[in-house]
């Protein structure tokens, strides 16, 4: 579904991040780990296409990202951030926006925002005001505001590191168990080894903004590819 070659990103003139070569597969979930400031991050903004590289390429469904059409690719992907960003507005009119900017029928809206209000265990708050949310109330209606468009690409980044253990742990078993079902294709950032094992088929280790191994989260561990991936893997 996506494939990324000799890709080299720049942010403020310095290098951000580089890849030799990743392949991603349709409905497979990778989560993306590494340090603070490693490259995580500019990873998701260029495949949201909100980075333009310096060198290499993107291809989603085989053909350069540069030739899409912006938005039509965007009507592809769903982001979701590490803030809920959610509108002052009640939790049934933030699910419905998306749909709302497409002019989907009435009736679609309805029925897709209570089925993705459901699967996110949040269709008892539809009434309730955004701002009157928990943190992992708001970020369980910010996942629901992605699946209602039912984007090929869902975008991740640190989804659950705004909320607290207990509520960060039932989100991620509840994620999981629903990419599990649905075969979402996903792109989740994080910096939580145990987190990448739960979640991802694969995992990539970006260390220093550079891609230095994509395997089973058993395989890193095991098999770490250089000293870099040897000791980032200590220090978790």
Do not use: C
């Amino acid at each position: 579904m996506i494939s990324i070659k000799d890709l080299l990103i720049q942010r403020n003139g310095n290098d951000a991040l580089k890849i030799a070569a990743l392949e991603i597969n349709k409905g497979e979930t990778l989560a993306v780990v590494g340090p603070n400031g490693a490259g995580k991050s500019t990873l998701l903004l260029a495949l949201a296409h909100l980075l333009t590289p310096v060198r290499g390429e993107i291809t989603f469904h085989g053909k350069l990202l540069k030739d899409w059409n912006d938005i039509e690719y965007r009507r592809k992907i769903a982001f979701v951030f590490q803030d809920p960003l959610l509108l002052d507005m009640s939790v049934r009119e933030n699910i419905a926006l998306g749909l709302k900017f497409r002019k989907a029928n009435k009736d679609v809206i309805k029925m897709q925002v209570i089925k993705w209000a459901k699967a996110m265990g949040v269709d008892h708050l539809l009434g309730r005001r955004a701002g009157l949310l928990s943190g992992g109330e708001a970020q369980r209606v910010s996942l629901a505001r992605a699946f209602v468009l039912d984007p090929e690409l869902l975008l991740m980044d640190e989804p659950f590191s705004a909320v607290d253990p207990p509520t960060r742990t039932q989100l991620l078993k509840d994620l999981s168990k629903l990419l599990a079902y649905d075969h979402r294709t996903t792109i989740f950032v994080t910096h939580n080894l145990k987190e990448a094992a739960q979640m991802g088929d694969h995992v990539a280790v970006v260390i220093g903004g550079e891609l230095k191994q994509v395997d089973t989260p058993k395989k890193i561990k095991a098999s770490p590819a250089d000293k870099s991936v040897r000791d980032f893997l200590k220090e978790l």
